[in-house]
């Protein structure tokens, strides 16, 4: 049995889980409400207080479908209850982020400043000039949307410039020596 996948996942007082036809799950809660098509081979089954997800057999498909399925239930839960969030740091002499409307403005060594617009449903917002905090109920989006920003200047081992998670350890490297 899947260890994920068996686990029910808890639904808080104030969100709402909804299964329709075609395993269609609408999440609604505090900050927003979340749709998805989850795998049609699954079965999921809401009771009272939590969310059951059932696979038909055990066949290698079904297993990882399994637990994919009730994960992606969870993290809609928590999405619409908590929201999530990834915090971006950027080092480096000259470089900064500015926001001005919907426009993350980040100014990366390169001869033109870079612009980037928020998608649906993700917010960014720079606190000083070097922290991006990128905000959503959606982890998917906000994950993607902060790997793009990353993407623009990945730091480098050297001097550790360039954009970073804040969680995220560069392995930094010895430069060369000089000839004596």
Do not use: F
Request: no cysteine.
């Amino acid at each position: 049995m899947s260890r994920i996948g068996r686990l029910p996942v808890a639904v808080p007082a104030e969100v709402t889980v909804e299964v329709a036809e075609n395993n269609k799950v609408t999440v609604k809660g505090p900050k927003g409400t979340l749709e998805r098509i989850l795998p049609a081979e699954m079965e999921i089954k809401v009771e009272s207080e939590e969310v059951v997800v059932t696979r038909p057999n055990d066949l290698k498909k079904m297993k990882s479908l399994h637990g994919l399925t009730r994960t992606l239930i969870n993290n809609m839960v928590i999405g619409v209850s908590k929201g999530y969030e990834k915090v971006l740091e950027v080092n480096g002499v000259g470089y900064r982020a500015a926001k001005s409307g919907n426009k993350l403005t980040l100014n990366l060594g390169y001869s033109h400043p870079v612009e980037m617009t928020d998608p649906e449903g993700v917010e960014t917002t720079v606190e000083g000039q070097n922290k991006i905090v990128v905000k959503g109920i959606d982890k998917e989006k906000v994950g993607q949307y902060a790997a793009e920003i990353r993407d623009k200047r990945r730091p480098e081992p050297y001097k550790g410039k360039g954009i970073k998670y804040a969680d995220e350890v560069i392995r930094r490297k010895v430069g060369k020596t000089g000839k004596k």
